[in-house]
């Protein structure tokens, strides 16, 4: 190719390559550097990269692995993430043999090294970050930009981290303006998210002070500061915080522009209700969403906020006597209370701790006794997938490569 | 807009002189030439100074088998696939052809055929495709390298 070609052609061509020949490309010419850099060009190769029908997001596993004693972060196909035919090669598990077809064949997964012992299923990302602490909180991800706290054991202010695990490229984030020194004990939850008004990426905090009656955080509003990348720094919230209480490290979800927490009413405090807090990335306000009838007035609700099928969902853990199990519910209308449906419920007898998420394909991903399994709720079989960990490490995420960072200046954690 | 599109006749004439007729609804499939034929442009031979003949016979042999009717999904997949099967010189001339005739699908695919043959390729290979001078130093162009090192293995 002799001739000239017009840039807009090149920009095209370019906004096809994978992130890694683009980070090597750099190295082409000083024009190809600063295009290659460029925000508008990051913004292009993003979202060819969201609207690839051919590439869907993939999804993202975190836990602490016991043995080597490090997080984990693995990618895997969205459509079938933790392929069983690996282990069993199509077996009838209605057939009573198998049972002890499947002992043999578990001790010899676990020998090899369990789901891992298969490469070619999944890809790891290398984490420059090492936990301080316990191990690393994912507090979400967005178009491939992994937002990070190390801080999961008490009231320390940890360290937060964006992190593109595809340009291998992390920044540490200055620390927050609300701390111990400046408001004394508290517990906090927090959010990540995207703005696309301003193309911003967004975490958001929710710092409930420890106050004088016997219920140590129980007052409302919380204190509310959020840290916007493209100013690099943390600022308070304009609109006051909501009247509801989170619990200490609920998980987050992003949905519809939205952070999304489970909350309630503060307690002894009148009427008792269970609600879901949302805050808007663009307009930086809180909003309410009802749950659903049932659950809105039990008081000490083990719940969960999750997206499922790209509906708000909530997982509720039940227990009716001597029954425990969990629960997942859909909003099948975004905001509308009466569409809450319950989609069914996972009862695998004892030792279920966490429900981690529903994959594309109606998988249930849960922890029995920090080991990750599969549950398929039509069969109601579970399936050990042979991933240990602690299990409060567990997370699923999805996730796309990207060029976010690129153009940021280098933290803590460049390279 | 223009009446009967039927039997309507487009005459185009490459770089190197030769001509092509085809009829009106294969030659649409280009959005250049839609918008001559809609600005009433159309009707003398349209010369296209910027592709030659060679390039210019498989631009309107893909426009004629995208409104055969007869052809198959199937038959068109495989069309499409064979016909991406090219040499880097006549890649590069049906590039700047479908950019310049704007004819959609076409264009697409050829974009992502050149960047699926690049993207293995080194700095300096991709130098010599574009012809792209390096004005970076040779200092410049290591610290690139070993900044991010983990992109050359």
Redesign the interface.
């Known amino acids: 190719?002799?001739?000239?070609?017009?840039n807009e052609?090149?920009i095209?061509?370019?906004s096809?390559?994978?992130v890694?020949?683009l980070?090597?490309?750099?190295?082409?010419?000083?024009?190809?550097?600063t295009l290659i850099s460029s925000a508008h060009f990051i913004a292009t190769h993003l979202n060819r990269a969201l609207s690839n029908p051919q590439h869907p997001p993939h999804l993202l596993l975190h836990h602490l692995n016991y043995e080597l004693n490090k997080d984990s972060f693995t990618l895997h196909s969205s459509d079938d993430p933790f392929p069983h035919n690996h282990f069993t090669k199509h077996l009838d598990y209605s057939s009573p043999a198998i049972h002890i077809l499947l002992l043999s064949l578990d001790k010899e997964i676990e020998e090899k090294g369990g789901f891992f012992a298969y490469p070619s299923d999944f890809i790891e990302l290398h984490c420059l970050h090492q936990s301080i602490n316990h191990f690393l909180y994912v507090v979400g991800s967005s178009n491939g930009l992994l937002c990070l706290a190390d801080d999961v054991f008490g009231n320390k202010v940890g360290l937060y981290v964006l992190w593109n695990p595809s340009i291998?490229k992390a920044i540490s984030l200055p620390e927050p303006n609300i701390g111990f020194r400046s408001h004394g004990r508290f517990i906090h939850s927090l959010g990540f998210g995207y703005d696309p008004k301003t193309e911003d990426y967004k975490l958001v905090r929710l710092v409930y002070i420890e106050g004088t009656t016997d219920i140590r955080f129980n007052t409302v509003p919380p204190l509310v500061e959020i840290y916007s990348l493209r100013t690099s720094a943390w600022h308070s919230v304009k609109a006051p915080g909501p009247p509801y209480v989170i619990e200490m490290w609920s998980l987050s979800v992003f949905l519809n522009g939205a952070v999304h927490w489970p909350a309630h009413t503060q307690r002894h405090q009148g009427a008792f209700r269970n609600v879901i807090v949302s805050f808007d990335m663009n307009d930086e306000a809180f909003r309410e969403v009802a749950m659903p009838k049932s659950l809105q007035g039990v008081e000490h609700l083990n719940v969960t906020v999750a997206i499922v099928d790209g509906l708000l969902a909530l997982v509720p853990f039940n227990e009716w006597g001597n029954e425990e199990f969990y629960s997942v519910w859909v909003m099948k209308e975004y905001g509308v209370a009466e569409s809450w449906t319950k989609l069914f419920d996972i009862d695998i007898g004892e030792g279920l701790e966490r429900v981690i998420g529903v994959t594309k394909n109606g998988e249930v991903l849960l922890t029995k006794a920090g080991n990750l399994f599969s549950y398929g709720p039509s069969s109601q079989q579970t399936f050990d997938l042979h991933i240990r960990g602690a299990t409060d490490s567990f997370s699923l995420d999805t996730y796309v490569e990207s060029l976010l960072l690129l153009n940021t200046a280098d933290g803590v954690l460049g390279? | 807009m223009s009446s009967s599109k039927s039997n309507k006749i487009v005459k185009l004439e490459s770089s190197d002189n030769k001509t092509f007729e085809v009829e009106e609804a294969v030659a649409v499939q280009s959005e250049t030439l839609k918008n001559m034929v809609d600005d009433g442009c159309a009707n003398d031979t349209i010369p296209l100074p910027n592709v030659n003949g060679k390039i210019l016979e498989m631009v309107l042999g893909w426009c004629k088998k995208h409104v055969d009717e007869t052809v198959t999904g199937d038959e068109l997949n495989k069309y499409e696939a064979d016909f991406l099967d090219l040499d880097?010189?006549d890649?590069?001339g049906l590039?700047?052809a479908a950019?310049f005739l704007n004819v959609k699908g076409l264009l697409d695919r050829v974009?992502?055929r050149?960047?699926d043959m690049?993207?293995?390729k080194?700095?300096e290979e991709?130098?010599r495709?574009?012809?792209?001078?390096?004005?970076?130093t040779p200092e410049e162009?290591e610290e690139?390298?070993l900044?991010?090192a983990?992109?050359?293995d």
């Open positions: 190719m002799s001739d000239y070609l017009p052609v090149i095209e061509i370019l096809r390559l994978p890694k020949s980070i090597r490309f750099r190295g082409v010419s000083k024009t190809w550097y291998q390279n | 880097q010189a890649l590069y590039l700047m950019n974009l992502q050149v960047a690049i993207k293995g080194k700095p991709i130098r495709i574009f012809n792209i001078k390096n004005d970076f162009e690139i390298r900044e991010n983990w992109a050359f």
